[in-house]
């Protein structure tokens, strides 16, 4: 996932960039330290 916007934090990220991410991620139930478990057919 790649963002853009001109505001950039000391970093040098994007500040908006980083809260749609948050929310997206929030939102779709994701996370990089929680993985759903594979329950499909073997």
């Not at 996932?1 to 779709?28: E, H």
């Not at 139930?29 to 478990?37: A, D, E, Q, T, V």
């Amino acid at each position: 996932l790649g963002t853009f916007a001109p505001l950039l934090d000391s970093a040098g990220n994007s500040i908006k960039g980083q809260l749609v991410a948050k929310f997206l991620a929030q939102r779709m139930g994701l996370s990089l330290f929680i993985s759903k478990p594979d329950t499909g057919p073997r």
